[in-house]
């Protein structure tokens, strides 16, 4: 793997000055992505409707160093498959030379939802091609609705907490192990606390990609949504892993491997007190079963995933 | 040497699409489109074109998938029918307004519910505003007629957009026609290569560009559109000129519609597609008894020729208006002859105008049924009313 000091060395592909506010996840975890990028190689971006869509391309600027395409929320996945199909095209009749890759990156709104057809579907034929998610688990550009990625007993906006109801009721959708078991080449959870974590799954990312499809799921926490101090973001992912709710492991040609091991996780309701979208479960009494819940969604989704990864845990 | 050929009408897109050979098509199939997309998986299959076929998931992805392609810079087709077109109404837009050229085969089909297969334009007249440039076609000869022009038009450097190349379902997509197709070293000199414009391609290395980016702030939304309307009406030009090049290739000339009969006529039938070989073959015998009636068969409905249209409509005393879908604006009647009426309101003549509402769902136009509007259109009285209430031929009691 690159060392940070190379990383530090080469050109960012997202340039300074976008408008994410201070402190979002979603342009760290670009960053990781594509810091990994082999120098000689090419982008192509592709990203659905969304936060990071509307804060990098605002016209007549953009923050894009590389090529860029945005066509609409629920299809970036079917949109850079037809680009990766034209690329595939001009290379076999000599009109191209160099070498791009391509990649999308796209919100849990435009992943998990409404995405969720043309990823599957550009997941199944076979495209070379990289999908990220900056998984923030509701959607934000529009203004904190729930999403298939919010967890269970979250405030969003469209899961209110009222007199009868405290936050989302349902739990979350597991897209990692759906893109699995879409045997794609290369899937992966990462987190943008773990940088080292996730630039050395970028770089097989990147490698994978030019034999199939490859899916990233990177946890991208939004102090906005979530409610917890701007500086905090890093902070927040780590303990997301640090209670299991967000393992980072991958899937390398249908091998499940953990590549962070947490041996003595800390209770998940940790993780929750930080964030102000769970604050209603631990004001006075009667939360007490959607807190067990939750952990046990977190305990579950860990033990299923250890019966997966049959090689062993590192430490 | 001209080939001809004895094809049902999808294969007649097929063979278009063979010669044209796009870098990229993606598709969906539905009926009664799925020939098209099955004869060229044959083609792929064989390695008798080059291209990469995208078997999506989705009219919707399909759509998508086109869009990223264009955007790369090269040749990129699709085809579609129906509810198809329907689920592709968010990224018809999209297309048009990036400004890419994709060309589109679309078998006309009903729209549901109730659902039913057969053809009537609900589907195409539905996307009427999307910004595609629209071709219609009498027959499978057509269809692969104006699928050659289409990618013509579609990149010429004064137009840049999408062009739907509409044709009916099973009428023309399933039956056997007479097609004359051009030799492929002729079809391909017509066709050129790809017009690629600088800085405008995703695949540009030394020139990184975004597209689709946000107008959030600083509103040139407005321009855009503006601009995409100026590109419109340049496309009338473009394609007179192309059609003017393709009857020097092929001995087949094409403009804005075709007459039939209309010399010293007083009446003018005006419709799209393959109802005017039914109501040709009904004038020939009327005109034969002296009938003074003769037929428009409009070809481009996208761009619309207005001027030029309304200033052969004033000539006539009744211009009759066949239309295969309905506004469903509660009488207001079909697409075609609001558009005609719209254009003629400038005119100091204006023409009486009749609406027959006609083939909804694929109920068959039949001889009869053209006569029963000729018969009427004869005995209507000297003085005339400027519009008459819409007429439904053919609809059950």
Sequence with gaps: ?315 | MPRILAIVGTDAAAEAMRQIDPEVVAVYPITPQTAVVEKFAEYVADGVVNTEMINVESEHSAMSACIGAAAAGGRVMTATSSQGLALMWEELYVAAGLRLPIVMTNVNRSLSAPINIHCDHSDSMGARDSGWIQLYSENAQELYDNLLQAVRIAEHPEVRLPVMVCVDGFIISHAIDRVEVLDDDRARAFLGDYVSLPGYSLLDAAQPVSIGMFDGLYGYYYEAKRAQEEAMARALTVIKEIGEEYRQVSGRGYGFWEEYGLEGAETCVVALNSACGTIRSRLKEWRARGAKIGLLKLRVFRPWPGEELARRLAEFKTVAVFDRAVTLAGGKGGPLCGEIAATLYGQAHRPRLVNYVYGLGGRDLTQALVDQALEELAAMPAVPEPMLPVRYLGLHA
């Design chain 1, 1 to 315: 793997m690159a060392t940070l000091e190379e990383l530090s060395t080469r050109r960012e592909l997202l340039a300074q000055g976008h408008r994410l506010c201070a402190g979002c996840g979603a342009p760290i975890a670009v960053r990781q992505v594509l810091l990994a990028l082999p120098p000689e190689a090419h982008a192509v971006v592709c990203c659905p409707t969304g936060c990071l869509e509307v804060s990098t391309t605002i016209y007549p600027y953009t923050s894009w160093r590389c090529s860029y395409i945005h066509n609409a929320f629920e299809n970036a996945a079917a949109t850079l498959s037809g680009v990766q199909a034209m690329y595939t095209a001009l290379k076999r009749k000599g009109k191209i030379n160099e070498d791009f890759r391509f990649v999308a990156f796209g919100g849990d709104g435009g992943t998990y939802d409404i995405g969720f057809q043309s990823l599957s579907g550009a997941m199944e034929r076979g495209h070379r091609l990289i999908y990220v998610c900056y998984d923030n688990e509701a959607y934000m550009n529009t203004g904190i609705q729930r999403s298939g990625a919010t967890p269970r007993g979250a405030w969003t906006t469209t899961s209110p907490v009222g007199h009868v109801r405290t936050g989302k009721h349902e739990g979350r959708k597991d897209l990692t192990a759906i893109m699995a078991e879409h045997h794609v080449v290369y899937a992966a959870q990462a987190a943008i606390s773990h940088w080292r974590d996730t630039v050395a799954k970028a770089e097989k990312a990147w490698e994978y990609a030019k034999e199939g499809p490859v899916f990233l799921n990177i946890l991208a926490p939004c102090h906005r949504g979530w409610r917890f101090p701007m500086e905090k973001t890093i902070e927040i992912a780590r303990l997301a892993v640090r209670t299991r709710f967000w393992p980072l492991y991958e899937v390398e040609k249908g091998e499940w491997r953990l590549t962070v091991n947490v041996a003595n996780p800390l209770p998940v309701a940790e993780w929750l007190k930080m964030q102000g979208r769970f604050a209603h479960l631990f004001r006075g009494k009667g939360n007490e079963e959607v807190l067990a819940a939750i952990q046990a969604d977190v305990d579950r989704q860990w033990s299923e995933l250890m019966a997966r990864c049959r090689s062993a845990v590192p430490a």
